[in-house]
């Protein structure tokens, strides 16, 4: 493949992690509970972050060279994802914040969008595509590379809303 697509495919991973944010933005508006916080919000995010990775899967699929390199650019995704998160929260949701805060966010966060864009990526192949036009059960043979990363975000919020309330964030 040459560079030209591969920069392209990364602009992709990119642009799907900041659109992604939408589907987070839509879960922030209907929040009422923690149960969303550790339910619906983890499940939302995984979904959402690499929707570029989606669009490269069903328009160009051959950019998709191998399962690491999906996985690697839905890590992007989550990256993207997690820059733009933590510029809303801490200019809007906590515009007095502490370093503390900014360090966590940029540290623990960052990395949990990544890691479980990354696992997630696995998941987002041919398969994935044969499950959605109905010609396998849903998710056959990926339903590890969803759920994993739906639970691991989940305990991460958790862990998150506890370390911040110990912190005073």
């Known amino acids: 493949m040459s560079f030209k697509w591969r920069v392209?495919?990364?602009?992709?991973?990119?642009?799907?992690?900041?659109?992604?944010?939408?589907?987070?933005?839509?879960?922030?508006?209907?929040?009422?509970?923690?149960?969303?916080a550790f339910v619906a919000a983890p499940m939302i995010e995984e979904v959402m972050k690499p929707s570029g990775v989606y669009l490269l899967l069903v328009r160009w699929?051959?950019?998709?060279?191998?399962?690491?390199y999906t996985a690697l650019l839905a890590a992007v995704g989550g990256?993207?994802?997690?820059?733009?998160?933590?510029?809303?929260?801490?200019?809007?949701?906590?515009?007095?914040?502490?370093?503390?805060?900014?360090?966590?966010?940029?540290?623990?966060?960052?990395a949990v969008h990544v890691v479980c864009s990354f696992i997630l990526g696995f998941g987002i192949n041919q398969k994935l595509l044969a499950s959605i036009r109905g010609e396998i059960p849903l998710l056959k043979g990926n339903k590890k590379f969803f759920?994993?990363?739906?639970?691991?975000?989940?305990?991460?919020?958790?862990?998150?809303?506890?370390?911040?309330s110990r912190l005073g964030m």
């Open 147 to 164: 759920f994993i990363p739906m639970i691991l975000h989940s305990l991460f919020n958790i862990v998150a809303v506890l370390i911040q």
């Open 79 to 110: 990256l993207s994802f997690a820059v733009v998160e933590n510029i809303i929260y801490l200019q809007f949701y906590f515009p007095e914040h502490t370093q503390a805060l900014v360090v966590f966010r940029y540290s623990a966060c960052l």
């Open 8 to 36: 392209f495919a990364f602009l992709i991973a990119i642009g799907g992690g900041v659109l992604g944010i939408l589907g987070a933005i839509i879960q922030e508006l209907s929040q009422g509970s923690l149960l969303v």
């Open 61 to 68: 699929p051959k950019v998709l060279t191998s399962r690491l």
